[in-house]
């Protein structure tokens, strides 16, 4: 990583042909790992000159090779620490963001429109994704109470199995990630806005709102009060970008777990 700060200057624009002087080779090839796949983009793309055109074309590779992943790795892993990549446990909206702001310093402006973000969404993608890499947890939304909002409206729908109503909040890169226990009991990974409501869809008629680590989630409750099942979410510009499925006992004994005040 170059460690390019929040306000470095940006060496490249998005029009030129090269990001921070590297060719689109070199950015195309740390955006997909695969000297292969980026070969292919840069004979596909209408102008292999352009970091727009060429990050886009990545980015479209990455949501279809996520949308075949078998299993999205366990939320509360490490990144890496199975000896993988990284950078596959980022969202492949994350991975652009990350990768073209960290390694070649391309500036926001520029990076959110290949992420259809703005700006400032590009650059809290960016934060999030370098949280994961580091392994902390990932950001919360910085408003609370829209956070409580979406996740409010996110059980609505799921218990009135409106997939519609629940594509309507989900970002288009988000993805359902979960924890062994939690994939034994149903709650199988998926990626991308309609596979994702999908799998929730008319499966929270027990769920009942809490606070997950201060931020506003769902959980379900055994016979005794303790609780059994989690749902932890991500919320970036209104929308969920990550649902992660917890159930695993050492996985809920790590979360600060509280009812929501409903006032």
């Not at 060719?23 to 980026?38: D, F």
């Not at 055994?222 to 992660?244: C, H, I, N, Q």
Request: aromatic content about 2%.
């Amino acid at each position: 990583m170059t460690g390019h700060t929040e306000t470095d200057p940006a060496p490249g624009r998005a029009g030129s042909g090269a990001a921070g002087g590297a060719p689109m080779r070199a950015v195309a090839l740390r955006l997909l790992g695969s000297p292969e796949a980026a070969d292919e983009v840069l004979r596909t793309a209408a102008d292999a000159g352009r970091l727009s055109e060429v990050a886009g074309l990545c980015l479209d590779r990455l949501r279809s090779r996520e949308s075949r992943r078998p299993a999205v790795r366990d939320p509360l892993d490490v990144p890496g620490a199975s000896g993988g990549d990284v950078l596959d446990a980022l969202t492949p909206s994350e991975r652009i963001a990350f990768v073209l702001h960290e390694d070649f310093g391309i500036p926001y402006d520029d990076i959110g429109p290949v992420v259809e973000r703005t700006p400032a969404a590009a650059r809290q993608l960016a934060a999030r994704a370098r949280r994961r890499v580091e392994g902390t947890e990932e950001m919360p939304e910085p408003d609370p109470e829209r956070q409580r909002q979406v996740v409010t409206a996110f059980l609505a729908a799921a218990r009135a199995d409106d997939v519609e109503a629940l594509v309507a909040l989900l970002d288009p890169d988000a993805v359902l990630r979960a924890d062994a226990e939690a994939e034994r009991n149903g709650a199988a990974p998926a990626h991308g806005a309609g596979a994702v409501a999908h799998r929730v869809a008319g499966r929270a008629q027990e769920a009942r709102p809490a606070l997950v680590d201060g931020a506003a989630g769902l959980m379900w409750a055994a016979a005794d009060g303790k609780p059994k099942a989690v749902l932890r979410f991500t919320v970036l510009e209104g929308r969920v970008t990550a649902v992660d499925a917890l159930a695993d006992g050492p996985h809920l004994d790590r979360l600060e777990l509280g009812p929501l005040d409903s006032s």
